[in-house]
């Protein structure tokens, strides 16, 4: 099963959820935690994985061969992100823009078009405390995160359990990293802030027909609707964590909640059972 943890909004506690999640597994089954927040990876932080292999990732992007180009503009034309322009004589590439999808070297009329590698981020791979462990990391003033997300998804080898922290908002990398996922659970917290990126992330979730349930944090810091929009949208609220000092000393010193307070461990074996439970049913519901 793969189970990715979104948040429509940062900070919420999706990284917390994710690693305690995956720690409460790991003595029953294979688990595998890949973390494809690249912008910002952080669940090494809280695992402490040893790393014992990585790659770079690159993206292959447009080389202009100028004897050969007649400036026809075709290229330009079908790139769909505007990362090549032909003005007058000249022919610009722009690689940040580039999303690496080939179309204009498979167009262009004079085969005037190669394609170069353009570093994106690393991946790398270890293990920690009996775990899997992925994570991408993006490389400095990098705007392109898929590449990278991909390649640390197709590291899942389909056994177990995959539990994926996915980057946080609503936008293509969140899309690409919850993309194939069997439930999502939405991190939120009790604020007018945290309910309005909750529906932004529920509405995203229905558009990839990926079933979700949430995560209410800090539980007590605000007021009660984002309970009463779950209610009314028919969302499983799966899990309450309260504001609480004590498990905010251990996030700030990078404790993962199970393992500062191993009481919580049963909440997330029951959260994992009661995931398996709603995919179970939508299966059987959609064979029928
Ligand atoms: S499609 Fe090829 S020939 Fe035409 S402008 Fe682009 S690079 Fe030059
Ligand atoms: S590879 Fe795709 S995205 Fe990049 S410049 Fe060519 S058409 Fe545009």
Same mark, same amino acid.
């Given at each position: 099963m793969v189970i990715s943890v979104a948040s429509g909004k940062g900070g919420t506690g999706k990284t917390l959820v994710a690693t305690s999640l995956a720690l409460s597994l790991k003595d029953n089954q294979k688990v595998t935690l890949l973390d494809? $927040?690249? +912008?910002e990876p952080n669940a090494h932080v809280f695992l402490k994985p040893v790393f014992t292999s990585s790659e770079a990732v690159s993206i292959p992007v447009p080389k202009v061969d100028k004897e050969k180009c007649t400036r026809c503009g075709r290229c330009a034309e079908v790139c769909a992100y505007n990362a090549i322009a032909v003005l007058g004589e000249h022919v610009l590439t722009f690689p940040q823009l580039c999303h690496g999808c080939g179309s204009c070297s498979y167009l262009c009329p004079e085969e005037a078009i190669t394609e170069e590698p353009r570093e994106a981020g690393v991946v790398e791979w270890g293990r920690a405390d009996g775990l899997e462990f992925v994570h991408g990391k993006l490389a400095? @003033? +990098? #705007?392109?995160a898929p590449p990278v997300i991909r390649r640390v998804k197709q590291s #899942? $080898?389909?056994?177990?359990t995959v539990i994926i922290d996915v980057p946080p908002g609503t936008s293509c990398p969140v899309v690409e990293a919850v993309r194939g996922s069997d439930f999502c659970l939405l991190v939120t917290e009790p604020t007018p802030f945290g309910l309005s990126d909750l529906i932004l992330a529920v509405e995203m979730l229905r558009e990839l027909n990926i079933p979700c349930g949430v995560v209410l944090n800090? #539980? @007590?810091? @605000? $007021?009660d609707k984002v309970e009463e929009y779950c209610r009314k949208e028919n969302i499983p609220v799966l899990l309450t964590i309260p504001l609480d000092t004590d498990i905010a000393r251990l996030y700030s010193k990078g404790v993962p909640l199970v393992e500062g307070m191993p009481e919580w461990k049963g909440s997330f074996r029951k959260l994992f059972d009661r995931i398996g439970e709603i995919v179970d049913e939508r299966n059987r519901s959609l064979k029928r």
């Open positions: 494809c $927040d690249v +912008e400095i @003033g +990098e #705007a392109m #899942a $080898d389909n056994q177990g800090r #539980a @007590g810091v @605000g $007021d």
